[in-house]
């Protein structure tokens, strides 16, 4: 049976949620000299995904999620100013 003869009730859902990105320059030699989040949040769940390296996901718990969410803080006071 071909895929679309299985499935039934499709819906085409078109958000208009705007997306958040933290994007910066890393003035340190050695390191990637740009680098790009992406802010995505479901619910009480906040999960950053590096637009650069799609694998790579920094979710709460771990260390560097609150260095992104420190950035992103600081940026959004900074951007209603």
Known sequence: MEFQEQIKNVELLISTMPRVYLKWTN???????????????????????NILGKSN????????????????KIALANSNK
């Open 27 to 49: 003035t340190e030699e050695g390191r990637d000299k740009q680098d790009c989040y992406e802010r995505f949040v479901f619910g009480e769940e906040i999960i950053y995904k």
């Open 57 to 72: 996901t920094v979710q709460q718990g771990q260390p560097f999620f609150n260095t992104l969410e420190n950035i992103y």
